[in-house]
């Protein structure tokens, strides 16, 4: 077994569903994410405007870096969401526990076993929030592809997945990159109410119900169509096929839902206090939005069903 299929195999042993491995060196999509940035897609989140040369080089990011080790841990629950109007709807993805606490434990376990392998070895783990591109680098590593809604897409899971990398400084040996097996469905652009996917893998996030509900840094919401989302969005999930027939039930346990997440009345929610909205969420991903924007949402989608009743 080689060095690089022994990484592989732990990281499976540690409860990684799927690996692979990526030379460390510029992003061939560069461009597009200049041009995805000056045409104001990413909205509120400065952040995408800093350290892009990072963001687009792992070289830069960590210096002396050789390869990418990427993973993926499928985080699907089989539980429907209410259509009810009185109900305020949660991304699956954040659920249960917060995935970055998950995943990056996860991660150092696997740069630790790696380092134990060959102490020569240094490495970086990152989880979404350092400046990398973790679905280029999924794609390039084999992991799966970028699909039309952007998400990255496995063959044996849909995109249900959650992304996470170490960056070495080792050779090894690298994977084929991912081929895009989207072919000509269009069902993520024509199921988005708010026509976020300008065109086929462009997302404007100022027109994302997900970016609105947690990334937008403002004290009021576009009147769009919300479809009661208050934290995230999985229409363009729900409807792809890979995710229709792939989808299976994850065995991460953190991973399942809390019940207080899952198709709670909107006037409920209104009602929380600050310390009932740390309580809840200590240690979810909803707490991204804090508490004045999670009650900003509900709010807003209060207005709209009330709109909508008036207007029956």
């Known amino acids: 077994m080689s060095f690089s299929e022994q990484i592989k195999s732990k990281a499976l042993e540690i409860g990684f569903h799927k690996v692979g491995i990526a030379r460390a060196e510029k992003a061939e999509t560069a461009s597009q994410l200049e041009e ?8 509120t989140m400065n952040w995408m405007e800093r350290n892009r040369d990072k963001r687009e080089d792992a070289r830069v990011l960590f210096p002396g870096a050789r390869s990418v080790i990427c993973v993926a841990l499928n985080y699907y629950t089989p539980f429907s969401i209410s259509n009810e109007p009185s109900v305020g709807k949660i991304s699956r993805y954040a659920w249960g526990e917060d995935y970055h606490i998950v995943v990056k434990n996860k991660l150092h376990q696997l740069l630790n076993a790696i380092q134990e392998m060959d102490g020569s ?19 390039k590593a084999g992991i799966g592809w970028q ?5 990255v897409i496995t063959r044996d899971m849909g995109s249900w997945v959650f992304l996470g990398e170490i960056i070495v ?33 462009v997302v404007n996030s100022t027109r994302c119900i997900s970016y609105l509900t947690i990334e937008h840094r403002g004290d009021s919401l576009p009147d769009l169509p919300m479809k009661n989302w208050i934290y995230g969005c999985d229409i363009c999930q729900d409807v792809c096929p890979w995710n229709n027939k792939f989808s299976k039930p994850t065995d991460v346990e953190p991973f399942n839902p809390r019940m207080e997440n899952i198709n709670q009345p909107l006037e409920e ?12 969420f200590k240690n979810s ?26 207007n029956e």
């Open 36 to 43: 995805w940035l000056t045409r104001g897609y990413h909205g």
């Open 269 to 280: 929610l209104a009602a929380m206090q600050p310390e009932a909205f740390q309580k809840r």
């Open 169 to 201: 400084n080792k050779p090894l040996d690298y994977d084929e990159p991912a081929a895009d097996f989207c072919g000509t469905c269009r069902r993520c652009i024509d199921a988005c109410p708010t026509q976020a996917i300008t065109e086929p893998y």
């Open 285 to 310: 991903a909803v707490k991204r939005t804090k508490f004045a924007g999670f009650i900003r949402n509900v709010r807003h989608v209060m207005q709209q069903v009330q709109k909508a009743i008036s």
């Open 121 to 139: 070895i240094e490495g970086q783990c990152c989880v979404d929030t350092a400046p990398v591109m973790d679905k280029y680098w999924a794609a």
């Open 147 to 151: 699909g039309k809604h952007s998400n």
